[in-house]
């Protein structure tokens, strides 16, 4: 790939109308002594988020690349898309809605200017201000269960705001899989991390989309995605099943053939019944996430569908 700018910024945008100027303006601001340019990928917004994409490339075609979708095919694949046209030295990724403060930006491109031993910054969580108690524990349980299951580790409150250089672009774009969990890649495809807190801002307009039902699919996909450790619990259920259920026969006879005391059996059957079969259905339901995912795979289509591009240079 030719270089063509010093840093490529990826803006995944979804429904986010009432904070592109704003967003960009301070980008501009931040960045103006660096050559840069600007990816906002329009991930299927329902408002009118497209207008404001459309007014920002007319004034400033310079630095700003709009990619539109055909429709919603949710943020991983719009950083796909993004990764496939940046053409910088440099790749960062930043959501739309200004937690995200753009000063970081610089922050994270002077430290791998001045540091060529680091490949990539990941920005982490300072202190979740948003949120309920709920939630906040939840993604405590999350990492600590990922990181027992996975292979790869996943750093504490590590974000998608990030930046790295243009062979980590390279490394991400090479694996093939089309469903993909972008926090796990960055981890899995490796190379020399540093990581930065930065304080969470306040979101300008509009809400989140993550909301508590999405982490939690969003918990359990990634899960999926970088370990096979679940698949195991069918076997460690059979096991644990297969041995209670021996120590219960043994009880039984030793009750009844040696005591001589007479056990009645419905109570046993139907609490036998409910567990082996709750545990048959976990075991089940687990084996047909991973089906589902194989499936999709094997459907091998396209990870998003661009309808328009405005500004780009290098179409894939």
């Known amino acids: 790939m030719v270089i063509c700018v010093k840093l490529s910024i990826i803006v995944p945008s979804y429904n986010e109308e009432g904070n592109l100027e704003e967003l960009y303006r301070t980008i501009h601001s931040v960045l103006k002594t660096i050559d840069y340019e600007v990816i906002f990928v329009n991930d299927g917004s329902t408002?009118?988020?497209?207008?404001?994409?459309?007014d920002l490339y007319n004034k400033h075609d310079k630095h700003v690349r709009v990619i539109n979708f055909s429709r919603n095919?949710?943020?991983?694949?719009?950083?796909?898309?993004?990764?496939?046209?940046?053409?910088?030295?440099?790749?960062?990724i930043i959501d739309a809605d200004m937690e995200q403060h753009p000063k970081y930006l610089l922050d994270m491109y002077n430290f791998?200017?001045?540091?060529?031993?680091?490949?990539?910054?990941?920005?982490?969580?300072?202190?979740?201000?948003?949120?309920?108690?709920?939630?906040?524990?939840?993604?405590k349980l999350f990492y600590k269960l990922i990181n027992k299951l996975s292979d790869i580790h996943f750093a504490e409150d590590a974000s998608d705001f990030r930046m790295f250089r243009s062979y980590v672009k390279d490394a991400i774009l090479s694996l093939p899989e089309k469903n993909r969990f972008s926090k796990g890649i960055f981890n899995w495809v490796g190379f020399n991390t540093k990581y930065m807190q930065y304080d969470v801002g306040t979101r300008l307009n509009g809400k989140s989309k993550f909301t508590f039902k999405r982490s939690i699919k969003y918990?359990?996909?990634?899960?999926?995605?970088?370990?096979?450790?679940?698949?195991r619990l069918a076997t460690i259920f059979g096991i644990i099943s297969a041995i209670s259920g021996f120590v219960y026969l043994m009880y039984i006879v030793i009750k009844t053939i040696i005591m001589g005391i007479d056990t009645p059996g419905f109570p046993t059957i139907v609490c036998l019944i409910m567990l082996i079969g709750g545990i048959q259905l976990i075991t089940i339901g687990i084996l047909g996430e991973y089906i589902a995912k194989t499936y999709l795979e094997v459907k091998n289509r396209p990870i998003y569908i661009a309808k328009e591009k405005k500004g780009i240079k290098n179409t894939k």
């Open 219 to 231: 918990a359990f996909e990634g899960i999926i995605s970088h370990s096979t450790k679940p698949l």
């Open 73 to 92: 095919f949710g943020k991983d694949a719009a950083i796909y898309a993004g990764l496939e046209h940046v053409t910088g030295e440099y790749c960062a």
């Open 47 to 54: 408002d009118k988020t497209k207008n404001e994409l459309d």
């Open 112 to 139: 791998l200017e001045e540091n060529n031993d680091y490949d990539q910054v990941a920005m982490t969580i300072k202190k979740r201000k948003s949120g309920s108690a709920i939630s906040r524990l939840g993604g």
